[in-house]
């Protein structure tokens, strides 16, 4: 494989060709990066769940997302070629990173999880650089460019490359009009990964990021202030802006009245409800259908292990009632990553959902398979939750109150149980119910 940088050296040349057609104008594009089961250094609890939780409340923001969870090189410079494309004229564009990010010699770098580091010399072949990142977004001509780095934990690379390296993140400057950079913390210090699903500066910006009028300067104060407390003033996020005019991810309550007044004026007021997103695209996955439940349900999963011993593990198994039987996924790994994803004939209720965990034919078969141990929940109104499953064969029921509308549901794998003897990962039963 060539070196990421010499690829990203290509790339800036050939975003500035792209075709006028596939400008975004007026388009609100992000390119979310969440890199946390490293295999050469040490691996992070919460970076794919800030990044699902970020791709949530993005998407429901109206933004076009490319998600990258635990991406190699390929996956990364794939992601910054399709997100440089996207970008091409558009009114926003964001980049969320979450993972390992080091200084060497006062240049930042950002690390894809099969980056092997020994000497300093190896870094451009295996690692991106951070400003490689502000470039491309320069490049695209976008009208505002917003960078966030939750990427400045303990150095992971060796001590043969002390003499080089240093705490945290170099500063990063916003030469760009129009750019803003947020760091989780200041320039050389180091941030925390948080003890919940969620590293503190993330859980900060989700949480707030879609308050009405709170300008994007205001916003980052509040997530500032927010951490400060949180981490016993330990860590304090870090902004350099060089933004011109302002910006609202949640909007401004001015304009949103007048355009509640303006569509209802037009609209019936059945019409008016839930605003439900895309069905998510799951390509080469396996799907079922049942009428069961008071409706039509196509369910798919992204991946299911081949049949072996005369069992099947696609995903009708989820909803037959019998625990003997379960989706199994069928990627190399423990299946971190892997979906389910549930779309419905017309917008139900959803009240919930039950699960039965991992594979629970027998207690020796439930133990030598992964289970789930966390998982995000995203419905079709932009709702997003991370869940935490317990590590048993009972059933385990979600409540969800009020019930809320949604057309599909989405649950992705964020970590496992690791099995005994198998990575592969297992649900035997995961049922929506509804209050329709």
């Known amino acids: 494989m060539r070196a990421i940088a010499g690829l990203l050296t290509l790339l800036l040349p050939l975003l500035l060709l792209v075709q006028p057609g596939t400008a975004r104008a007026d388009g609100k594009v992000a390119l979310v990066i969440g890199n946390g089961a490293y295999k050469a250094m040490p691996a992070l609890v919460n970076p794919a769940?800030?990044?699902?939780?970020?791709?949530?409340?993005?998407?429901?923001?109206?933004?076009?997302?490319?998600?990258?969870?635990?991406?190699?090189?390929k996956a990364f410079y794939d992601g910054l070629t399709q997100f440089g494309r996207k970008a091409q004229g558009a009114d926003v564009a964001v980049v969320f990173y979450?993972?390992?990010?080091v200084q060497v010699n006062g240049r930042n770098w950002l690390l894809p999880v099969d980056a092997v580091v020994e000497a300093s010399t190896e870094l451009p072949g295996q690692a991106v650089r951070a400003d490689d990142l502000l470039e491309i977004m320069d490049a695209s001509g976008a009208r505002l460019k917003l960078v966030f780095l939750d990427a400045c934990r303990n150095n992971p690379l060796p001590r043969s490359l002390s003499r080089g390296t240093a705490n945290g993140l170099a500063r990063l400057e916003a030469n760009a009009a129009g750019m803003m950079i947020a760091f989780a913390t200041a320039p050389g210090d180091v941030a925390l990964d948080g003890q919940g699903s969620n590293s503190p500066f993330t859980e900060a910006l989700a949480r707030l990021i879609d308050t009405p009028d709170l300008e994007v300067r205001h916003l980052m104060g509040r997530v500032r202030e927010s951490v400060y407390a949180t981490t016993g003033e330990r860590q304090l996020p870090w902004l350099n802006e060089a933004l011109i005019?302002?910006?609202?991810f949640g909007g401004r309550s001015g304009d949103a009245a007048a355009a509640t007044v303006q569509h209802a004026a037009s609209t019936p007021a059945a019409l008016t409800q839930t605003r439900h997103l895309p069905l998510?695209?799951?390509?080469?996955?396996?799907?079922?259908?049942?009428?069961?439940?008071?409706?039509?349900?196509?369910?798919?999963?992204?991946?299911?292990?081949?049949?072996?011993?005369?069992?099947?593990?696609?995903?009708?198994?989820?909803?037959?009632?019998?625990?003997?039987?379960?989706?199994?996924?069928?990627?190399?790994?423990?299946?971190t990553g892997e979906r389910i994803l549930f779309s419905f004939d017309r917008p139900r209720q959803l009240s919930g959902f039950e699960i039965v965990n991992g594979y629970a034919k027998s207690r020796d078969i439930f133990t030598k398979n992964a289970r789930v141990r966390t998982a995000t929940i995203l419905l079709s109104d932009g709702t997003s939750q991370t869940i935490s499953l317990?590590?048993?064969?009972?059933?385990?029921?979600?409540?969800?109150?009020?019930?809320?509308?949604?057309?599909?549901?989405?649950?992705?794998?964020?970590?496992?149980?690791?099995?005994?003897?198998?990575?592969?990962?297992?649900?035997?039963?995961?049922?929506?119910?509804?209050?329709?």
């Open 49 to 73: 769940s800030d990044a699902n939780l970020m791709t949530a409340k993005l998407t429901g923001l109206g933004f076009d997302v490319v998600r990258i969870i635990d991406g190699d090189r």
């Open 280 to 335: 998510p695209s799951l390509e080469g996955g396996t799907c079922s259908t049942t009428d069961r439940f008071g409706g039509s349900w196509r369910v798919c999963a992204s991946s299911v292990l081949d049949p072996q011993f005369g069992n099947r593990y696609g995903p009708a198994n989820l909803f037959d009632g019998n625990t003997a039987t379960a989706w199994v996924e069928g990627v190399s790994g423990d299946g």
């Open 390 to 436: 317990p590590d048993t064969m009972a059933a385990k029921r979600y409540s969800i109150d009020p019930p809320v509308e949604t057309t599909w549901l989405e649950l992705e794998i964020g970590s496992v149980f690791a099995g005994s003897r198998y990575a592969d990962t297992a649900f035997s039963e995961l049922i929506p119910t509804f209050a329709d």
């Open 245 to 248: 005019g302002e910006f609202y």
């Open 98 to 101: 979450a993972g390992h990010g």
